[in-house]
């Protein structure tokens, strides 16, 4: 995606040990325009899909996916990563294993939200090493419903989240797909849409 590529090239920062700060547009101050046009783009390529769900997870997966679910006309559930005092139902869980943190941690969703009827599109800000991603396929699987695609806004290519996605069956289709982020400098990849 041109214009989401030509933003990091203005506004992305890369800091050591691999990691690209985009605080000023997707992490933490957010631009709604770009992020309209984002999830726009999402459901674009899952127009056909039959898509009834898009599932995400607090926090910064939540602007690109309540886009992309305004345009598929869906609703959009993103996994909490901490226990809400209001979750007393029925959960579905799953563990997520941060490599940058070295902790596990437990996301949910409650059971009535998602069915074996429903068809799942995933969004996540940032592809890394695809924990966060798996830990959602799971949630999904666990409800029995089928998860169609992973939406990924910046896929870290030179990590090894998109081929865990792979092995697992999954389409994963990123809109800024980085190759290397050496020497403070953020190499491209051509995107997937
Ligand atoms: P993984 O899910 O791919 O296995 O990732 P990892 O544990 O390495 O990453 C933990 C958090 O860092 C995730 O956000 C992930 O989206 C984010 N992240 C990974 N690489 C980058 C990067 O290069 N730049 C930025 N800005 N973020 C990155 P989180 O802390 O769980 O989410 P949120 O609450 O901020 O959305
Ligand atoms: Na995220
Ligand atoms: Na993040």
Do not use: W
């Not at 959602?136 to 419903?145: H, N, P, R, T």
């Amino acid at each position: 995606m041109e214009e989401l590529v030509q933003r990091i090239k203005e506004d992305g920062r890369v800091l050591g040990e691999g990691v690209l700060k985009v605080d000023s547009f997707v992490t933490h101050q957010v631009d709604p325009d770009l992020m309209e046009a984002i999830g726009y783009r999402f459901a674009e390529v899952f127009a056909e899909a039959g898509i009834t769900k898009v599932v995400t997870i607090e926090a910064s997966g939540i602007a690109p996916a309540l886009f992309a679910a305004k345009k598929l006309a869906v609703p959009m559930i993103f996994a909490r990563k901490a226990k809400s005092l209001t979750m007393d139902e029925e959960l579905l869980t799953s563990s997520v294993y941060s490599f940058t943190k070295q902790v596990t941690s437990q996301i949910s969703i409650s059971r009535k939200f998602l069915s074996s009827d429903d068809k799942v599109l995933i969004i996540d800000d940032f592809l890394a090493n695809g924990q966060a991603a798996k830990g959602l396929v799971e949630l999904c699987q666990q409800a029995g419903a089928k998860v169609d695609g992973i939406g990924i806004v910046i896929e870290k290519s030179f990590q090894d989240g998109r081929d865990l996605l792979e092995e697992m069956g999954m389409r994963v289709v990123s809109l800024a797909r980085i190759a290397s982020l050496k020497n403070g400098e953020v190499e491209f990849l051509e995107g997937d849409a």
